[in-house]
C-alpha cells in the first residue's frame, strides 16, 4: 500500500463534546496524511469527566458487521489502532480486526485508567483482557497508570529512576509489543519526560516535556494518533515521540494561556498548523 492510500482502522468511542477520542483522532490522523477510518465502539453526547449524565450509544454490536464488510469488499489497512474499550467483547472484537490484517501495524492505546487508579469500567476481566491484546500489538501508549496495571503492579506515585524506568519498559516488551511509550512519567532527575523503548534495537528513549499544572482530557488519545501518523509516514520511534510530544505541548500551553474550561479538552484547531510544518523534531536522548 503506497502512501496515498494509508488507511487506519481507528478502533475507539465517539463523544460528541470534549475533544477526546475520535473528535481529536480523525483530524490528527488526516493532518498528517493518513486516511482515519473511523470504526465507533460507542457514541457518548459528551465525554465521561464532569459533563453530568451523558446520552450513551453501545455498538459493539457493530464491530464485526463493520469488518465483515471491509473483508467482503477486499479493503487493506495499514494500521489497526485501538483505544478505549468498553467490554471484554469489544476486545474480542478488536483482536478480530489484528487477526484479519496481519500485516497491519497493530497499535493499542490501554486505556484503562490514569492517576494511580482505574476506570471504574476496568474490572478484573478486562485487565486479564487487555494484557491478551497487548501481546498482539506492534505499539503501545500506556500511560504510568496503565503500564502499572498491564505488569500487575501497585501504582508508586515517586518519580522513577532511569533503572527503574528501563526496567518497567523492558518488562512491558516481554508481553510481546516491540516498541513501547509510557506516557506522563516522572523522573527522579526532577523532570516530566515521555519514554520509549525499541526492543529491535534495545534503545531506550526518553523526549522531556514542560510541566504545566492542569489536565486536559484527550490529550493520551491526541499523542497516540500523532505517534501512529508518524509510524506510518516513516518516522523513527524517537522522532515520533517526539513530534507527538511536542504537539500535545503546544496544545495543552495553548489553552492553559486562555483559562479555558478543562472539561473541554485542548484547543486542538489553534494547534494544529504544528502537523503541517513537517518539521523533524529532535527533542529526544537516549534513557
Known amino acids: ?31 498528517m496524511g493518513v486516511q482515519a477510518c473511523p470504526v465507533p465502539t460507542a457514541i457518548l453526547s459528551t465525554h465521561t469527566g464532569g459533563f453530568g449524565e451523558v446520552a450513551f450509544q453501545d455498538l459493539t454490536d457493530y464491530l464485526p458487521q463493520a469488518l465483515a464488510h471491509y473483508r467482503r469488499l477486499g479493503l487493506d489497512f495499514s494500521c489497526v489502532y485501538s483505544g478505549f474499550l468498553g467490554s471484554e467483547a469489544q476486545i474480542d472484537h478488536c483482536l478480530a480486526f489484528f487477526r484479519a490484517y496481519p500485516d497491519a501495524l497493530a497499535v493499542v492505546d490501554p486505556v484503562m485508567g490514569d492517576h494511580g487508579k482505574p476506570y471504574r469500567t476496568v474490572t478484573e476481566g478486562m485487565r486479564r483482557r487487555m494484557v491478551e491484546l497487548v501481546r498482539s500489538a506492534d505499539v503501545i501508549t500506556p500511560n504510568l497508570t496503565e503500564a502499572c496495571i498491564l505488569l500487575g503492579e501497585a501504582y508508586d506515585p515517586m518519580p522513577l529512576t532511569r533503572a527503574r524506568a528501563k526496567s518497567m519498559l523492558a518488562r512491558l516488551s516481554e508481553k510481546g509489543p516491540r516498541e513501547i511509550v509510557v506516557t506522563g512519567v516522572s523522573l527522579a532527575e526532577g523532570s516530566m519526560a515521555n519514554i520509549g523503548y525499541d526492543w529491535e534495537h534495545n534503545y531506550y528513549w526518553c523526549v522531556p516535556c514542560d510541566y504545566v499544572p492542569v489536565s486536559y482530557p484527550g490529550t493520551g488519545d491526541i499523542f497516540a494518533a500523532v505517534l501512529t501518523a508518524s509510524f506510518l509516514i516513516g518516522d523513527s520511534l524517537p522522532i515520533a515521540m517526539s513530534r507527538a510530544s511536542r504537539f500535545v505541548e503546544i496544545a495543552i500551553k495553548t489553552t492553559f494561556s486562555y483559562g479555558s474550561d478543562t472539561r473541554f479538552g485542548v484547543m486542538l484547531e489553534s494547534a494544529m498548523p504544528f502537523l503541517m510544518q513537517k518539521e523533524v523534531p529532535q527533542n529526544f536522548h537516549l534513557l
Do not use: Y
Open 1 to 31: 500500500m503506497d502512501m496515498q492510500n494509508k488507511r487506519v482502522a481507528a478502533i475507539h468511542d465517539l463523544s460528541g463534546v470534549g475533544r477526546c477520542s475520535l473528535t481529536v483522532i480523525l483530524p490528527i490522523l488526516s493532518a
